[in-house]
Nanobody, 123 residues
Framework: VQLQASGGGLVQAGGSLRLSCVAS????????MGWFRQAPGKEREFVAA????????AYADSVKGRFSISRDNAKNTVYLQMNSLRPEDTAVYYC?????????????????WGQGTQVTVSS
C-alpha cells in the first residue's frame, strides 16, 4: 500500500489544521493506522492511532484533548484533526499503516509509511 499525507502548513499558535492520509493500491479497511511526528533533532514519536473499524483510538498524552484521529474507509483516507496547536507541535507528520487489526503505538509495529507533511506552528 502507498500512503500520501497532506494538509500540513504554517499556522499560528492556537490555530487548527487537518491532515489527510490517502492510500492507493489497496484498501485501508483492514489496516490499523497511525500518525507519528518527528521534530528536528528528535526521535520520531507516536501521535495517534486508530483501529481498522474506527471504534478504537489511542493518543499521546501531549495531544490528548487537542487532536482527533478518524478514518473514512470508503475514501481510503485517515485524518488527523489538530486543534489548539502549539509551537512544540512543529514537526514533520507521518501516517503509517499496519497490515492487521488493532491499535498500534510503536513505530516499528507499522509496515507502511507515507512521505510526511510539514506542520509549523508559530508563536
Amino acid at each position: 500500500v502507498q500512503l500520501q499525507a497532506s494538509g500540513g502548513g504554517l499556522v499560528q499558535a492556537g490555530g487548527s489544521l487537518r491532515l489527510s492520509c490517502v492510500a492507493s493500491r489497496r484498501t485501508l479497511s483492514a489496516y490499523g493506522m497511525g500518525w507519528f511526528r518527528q521534530a528536528p533533532g528528535k526521535e520520531r514519536e507516536f501521535v495517534a492511532a486508530i483501529s481498522w473499524s474506527g471504534t478504537s483510538t489511542a493518543y499521546a498524552d501531549s495531544v490528548k484533548g487537542r487532536f482527533s484521529i478518524s478514518r473514512d474507509n470508503a475514501k481510503n483516507t485517515v485524518y488527523l484533526q489538530m486543534n489548539s496547536l502549539r509551537p512544540e507541535d512543529t514537526a514533520v507528520y507521518y501516517c503509517a499503516a499496519r497490515d492487521s487489526v488493532g491499535v498500534w503505538i510503536l513505530a516499528d509495529q507499522y509496515h507502511y509509511w507515507g512521505q510526511g507533511t510539514q506542520v509549523t506552528v508559530s508563536s
